[in-house]
């Protein structure tokens, strides 16, 4: 799929999906979803501007223990990160929203006398734009060059190219928000992207006790709450939809099958909505939910099966104090042998 190219200087880029092709996807999921029981709505549709605002802001709660333990991580390992990097080096990240922990590795690099090219991918492209042109203005040495597209393109684009050693970066968790089986897809779209010698640098929330999990995403304030909905005022703007946001429930549950915590919104009694632009009218029963998100959780022996399935394997594994969170560094198995 070919990408625009919306920003251009010497030293940050900004190529896009077409505006067509975002709405026509946007299109499709929400029919999909909405079309069919149960009901769903993929995360990636939470992320326009309000939703990435309202994700930094979720980002500070004191429930959301996610963010600072994995900063905490960062701001222990880093050194150690940079180390196993090469002096010129490609740092691609997916889903890289404000690059707040970022910096903390692109501090530790540029002391070492490092040289990355920075390459976001990221589907909010408001949040992309903003931080690439942030971060060329705190790094005078570093080029951006950001790509505003779903993971999956955004790694076709940057698997094109050879040269320097690739670091990826994905944080956050955020590759909790796929199932086991897609989240092995997605891990093997990353390594289809690699070459010898690349580096996979992979954020993850493991198993802990449930009042916790439960918190970090129903939060006193209502953020988390906010966040959810927001969705649907995103699909009342965009497709012209008529979703009274006061008539469904934020709801949180934990899938123990799944090992996941589920994000609902819960219809409070019965109810029709319409999504005009889609000549669409959606049915609700009182209590039926849509299902917007899921957040997988992680076990040492789970990241093994999952990232040996996509052809990776794990060398190390840095901690927090707790225990609560883990950043793995991932390489393609049998590094040295593969086909360039
Ligand atoms: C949970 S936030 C994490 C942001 C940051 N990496 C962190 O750890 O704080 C998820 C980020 O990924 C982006 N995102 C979510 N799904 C995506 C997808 N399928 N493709 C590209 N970007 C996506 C969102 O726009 C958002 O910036």
């Not at 390459?119 to 949040?127: G, L, T, V, Y």
């Not at 970090?216 to 005022?233: C, E």
């Not at 849509?290 to 076990?299: A, G, L, R």
Request: charged share 25%; aromatic share 8%; glycine share 6%.
């Amino acid at each position: 799929m070919s990408l625009q190219t919306i920003t251009a200087d010497e030293r940050c880029t900004v190529q896009a999906i077409s505006p067509a092709r975002r709405l026509d996807s946007i299109q499709e999921l929400v029919r999909h979803g909405l079309s069919q029981p149960p009901k769903t709505l993929p995360p990636i549709l939470f992320y326009d501007e309000r939703g990435s605002e309202l994700f930094e802001q979720i980002c500070q709660l004191p429930e959301y223990y996610l963010t600072r333990t994995e900063q905490q991580i960062l701001d222990c390992y880093a050194a150690d990160m940079a180390q196993v990097c090469d002096p010129e080096l490609v740092l691609v990240e997916l889903g890289s929203g404000s690059s707040t922990k970022t910096r903390t590795l692109l501090d530790a690099l540029f002391v070492r006398g490092q040289r990355p090219i920075y390459r976001p991918i990221d589907i909010s492209q408001a949040m992309l734009q903003a931080t690439a042109e942030e971060l060329t203005v705190e790094y005078p040495d570093l080029q951006v060059h950001a790509i505003a597209s779903d993971y999956e393109h955004g790694l076709e684009e940057v698997g094109k190219q050879k040269g320097h050693q690739k670091a990826f970066l994905f944080l956050g968790s955020n590759l909790g928000n796929f199932t086991r089986s897609a989240a092995v897809a997605l891990l093997g779209d990353i390594r289809q992207a690699m070459h010898p010698g690349d580096l996979l640098f992979l954020g993850l929330d493991l198993v802990k006790p449930l009042p916790l999990l439960l918190a970090a995403y129903d939060d006193r304030d209502g953020v988390t709450a906010a966040f959810n909905k927001n969705v649907l005022a995103r699909i009342n703007r965009e497709l012209d939809a008529d979703f009274n946001l006061e008539r469904f429930r934020h709801q949180v549950v934990w899938n123990a099958a799944e090992q996941a915590i589920e994000m609902h919104l819960r219809s409070l009694g019965d109810q029709q909505v319409r999504v005009r632009d889609l000549e669409l009218a959606v049915t609700f029963r009182d209590g039926e939910t849509i299902h917007t998100e899921s957040s997988h959780k992680y076990t040492q022996e789970i990241l093994e099966t999952l990232s040996g399935d996509a052809g990776l394997e794990i060398e190390r594994m840095w901690l927090d104090e707790n225990g609560w969170f883990a950043l793995n560094l991932l390489a393609p198995k049998n590094n040295g042998a593969m086909e360039q």
